[in-house]
């Protein structure tokens, strides 16, 4: 990984969308600083703007990440990327699009070179055991007029005297490719393209076009995990996803039971 910093560069991210990515695409923003991409884009949904906006920002000021959780995003350090969607179907047809989000990330990071990519369920990237990346979808409105913002954040070369606080196992491209550097514009632009597309077929399909692929990149299948529900916890052998993305978890009788939801917290048994 190259030293010298490359900043984001909007008509370099344009040039490298695939053409259906580009059809898809309404506008693309690049920010110096924001305090958040998705807080930004819920805003101009409620604006009324369209289904396909993209911001990127090379800072953060108040990233999220899932349960209220800070994300780092120093300038120039990460790549902080949301995209605004608008469905036309029921909210309720929409489970599973934070896995569907997953897989995109995943198949950007492989398209720029990067192998042995996971992901944890319900929204975390993984590699090797180590958070690389992570995904937090909002969404607000009624049925035939409901939107949804995807925001993924994805660590590029972070500053080890800031990344310190960050309390789990983390790495960043700086760290799997040191031989090698990684274009963020070149990243950015496959991110997009495999977002645009990637919602687009969910829209068309849902997730169960999608689980096969999930099952290529899941990282806890078979392994004893607790997840940590609103009011309990529960234990059990990790068994993959369903049809609508929903963890499905052996439990010691034997039974097997799906869990979903935007609260459940997994971690995998040492």
């Known amino acids: 990984m190259s030293a010298s910093l490359e900043l984001l560069d909007r008509d370099c991210i344009l040039a490298g969308l695939t053409d259906a990515a580009r059809a898809l695409l309404s506008r693309l ?5 924001l ?11 409620q604006a ?3 289904s396909g906006v993209v911001c990127l920002a090379e800072q ?4 999220r990440g899932r349960q209220g959780r800070h994300w780092l995003t120093p300038s ?3 790549l902080a990327c949301s995209l605004l969607w608008r469905f036309a179907v029921h909210p309720a047809a929409l489970s599973g699009l934070s896995l569907a989000a997953g897989i995109a990330v995943a198949r950007a990071l492989q398209n720029v070179g990067v192998t042995e990519v996971g992901l944890k369920w319900p929204n975390d990237v993984w590699w090797h055991q180590r958070k690389l990346g992570g995904i937090l979808l909002e969404s607000d409105g009624v049925f035939g007029d409901f939107y949804v913002v995807a925001g993924i954040g994805i660590n590029v070369a972070l500053p080890r005297q800031e990344a310190a606080v960050i309390d789990q196992p983390w790495v960043d491209l700086q760290e799997i490719r040191v031989d090698e550097s990684i274009s963020r514009n070149a990243l950015a632009a496959f991110l997009i393209s495999e977002l645009l ?3 687009l077929r969910f829209e068309q399909g849902g997730f169960a076009d ?12 078979g392994c004893q995990v607790s997840l940590c529900l609103p009011n309990a916890t529960v234990t059990g052998v990790a068994r993959g996803v369903d049809a609508t993305g929903a963890l499905l978890l052996e439990t010691a009788s034997g039974e097997i039971k799906p869990y979903i939801g935007g609260e459940i917290s997994l971690r995998i048994a040492a």
Do not use: C, I
């Not at 305090?35 to 949904?45: E, M, P, V």
């Open 60 to 63: 953060q000021t108040a990233g």
């Open 48 to 50: 009324g703007w369209p």
């Open 35 to 45: 305090d958040s991409t998705n807080r930004y884009l819920l805003a101009g949904a």
């Open 76 to 78: 120039g350090a990460s």
């Open 197 to 199: 597309e990637t919602f």
């Open 29 to 33: 923003e690049v920010h110096a600083v």
């Open 210 to 221: 999608l689980a096969m692929e999930w099952a290529n990149f899941d990282q806890v299948k």
